[in-house]
């Protein structure tokens, strides 16, 4: 295929981006007649429909939180353990109905066949205050209140870890910008350096090899181009899906990649997360949750405790008052009653209830200590993680700068005559890798300062 083919095929492939190609781009000739310029109105339109949104790290964030299903989860979670705790305190308070019944029993001459009920005809209408005290609620709303402890730590766990998905996301989009931009620049070199050694190669002074190697190296730029467009395409997509409702990417991200985000010291750390760490909280909660939970069972060992108050009418007539032989009686009267329950035997349940709930207590104990030297491990290891990257990130950026000076340089030799095709090739191949692999360190310590953030709820931006 001739130069001019893969060039047209490439510039339709990149969806519209424009390098200066010198020379070559004059060969090329244009594939659609001009159209005419459409009207100023219909441009403003559509350019105020299509002004894309324009995100900060903290937008995201509050869009995520808003949107992202995993967290509303846990956010969700966290209300319904709410929810139980207020229902396992009233439990605790005495209740009060009003009970209306009316009885309707077979008479024969001795009287009422069915001895159960008072009368032939009896009416209920009755007010009830009901109070049961035993441990087993006590301990119940006890276990319910650390049970909502959890839930609300796993919910500040979930938060943070949304955090650090979406610091991934949304640098991963910033740095592929980063990227196409540099790989942008790598196509237009590799044209304006295939032009040269096209000039050279016409004047005599370099072999038609050198053309050929000059013409492989920008069909490879052009690759390159083409993979930094979709990686591009691909990471905004993935930040679409997690902090937009709807599919949307109509958008874009503030450029503070490589802003300045200072890396906090490892005291100012190890204390923000032993004073709130969400891991240590929800475990501890899960300990003294399962401590309650052994004391409600050992309530089965107890005696119960249940007082009624009834207040109201029981009585043969519904009303107020009956007229019994000449004489009004009120029907309006009031009873209590006390219930004392005695366990005796139920088959060794209780026994087992209290087996049961004192292994999860050992397990739950298990689990923090577990938490507690994963803290200090992870401490330890995420801050290290940090400060390499913050270490290697300034040695990538001066690497980046040196690779473009000396790719500009080789490129002065090689039209000078004094460096080889292969000099320049292996430059522009250095410059290229030396570039992404700024932009990567760049995310790599945003993802760093943003996994310390789970460890401290202290998120550190520019």
């Known amino acids: 295929m001739k130069w001019h083919r893969v060039l047209t095929l490439c510039s339709i492939m990149t969806s519209g981006f424009f390098w200066p190609w010198e020379g070559i781009a004059l060969a090329q000739e244009p594939a659609h007649p001009e159209s005419p310029a459409p009207d100023k109105d219909s441009q403003q339109e559509g350019s105020k429909s299509s002004q894309p949104l324009r995100l900060t790290l903290q937008d995201t964030l509050a869009l995520a939180r808003k949107n992202s299903i995993p967290f509303q989860a846990a956010q969700t979670d966290a209300a319904i353990a709410r929810q139980d705790r207020y229902q396992a305190a009233t439990a605790l308070l005495p209740t009060v109905t009003y009970n209306n019944q009316a009885l309707y029993t077979q008479l024969n001459r001795t009287g009422v066949i069915f001895i159960a009920n008072n009368a032939g005809h009896e009416y209920i209408s009755q007010a009830n205050v009901h109070e049961a005290l035993d441990l087993a609620g006590v301990s119940s709303f006890r276990r319910a209140s650390f049970a909502a402890a959890a839930a609300r730590a796993r919910a500040e766990i979930a938060s943070r870890g949304l955090v650090v998905t979406v610091v991934q996301n949304y640098y991963a989009v910033a740095a592929a910008q980063q990227k196409l931009e540099a790989a942008q620049k790598a196509a237009s070199e590799g044209g304006r350096f295939l032009k040269l050694t096209q000039d050279l190669e016409h004047g005599g002074e370099v072999a038609h090899s050198d053309a050929i190697k000059a013409e492989l190296q920008a069909q490879e730029r052009l690759r390159q181009l083409q993979e930094a467009q979709l990686a591009l395409l691909n990471a905004r997509l993935d930040l679409s899906v997690l902090i937009f409702p709807d599919f949307n990417d109509n958008y874009e991200v503030a450029d503070d990649l490589h802003a300045v985000a200072p890396l906090p010291t490892i005291g100012e750390v190890q204390q923000q997360a032993a004073r709130d760490n969400p891991d240590i909280r929800a ?174 709820g202290v998120l550190t931006t520019p």
């Open 283 to 456: 475990a501890l909660a899960a300990v003294s949750e399962a401590g309650w939970d052994v004391t409600g069972a050992r309530a089965g060992y107890l005696p119960s405790l249940a007082v009624d108050y009834w207040y109201g009418i029981d009585a043969s007539q519904f009303a107020t008052n009956s007229v019994i032989s000449g004489q009004k009686v009120p029907n309006l009267g009031s009873s209590a009653a006390a219930t004392l329950n005695i366990p005796i035997w139920n088959w060794g349940a209780t026994q087992s209830r209290v087996k049961q709930a004192e292994l999860r207590r050992s397990q739950a104990r298990r689990e923090l200590s577990l938490a507690q030297r994963k803290l200090l491990a992870e401490i330890k290891s995420l801050y290290a993680e940090a400060e390499t990257a913050l270490g290697e990130l300034g040695g990538l950026g001066r690497s980046a700068e040196l690779a473009a000076e000396s790719l500009r340089l080789t490129t002065l030799r090689y039209r000078n005559g004094e460096a080889t095709v292969l000099e320049v090739v292996d430059a522009q191949s250095t410059a290229a890798q030396a570039n992404f692999g700024y932009q990567d360190g760049a995310v790599r310590y945003r993802v760093a300062l943003a996994n310390l953030q789970t460890l401290t």
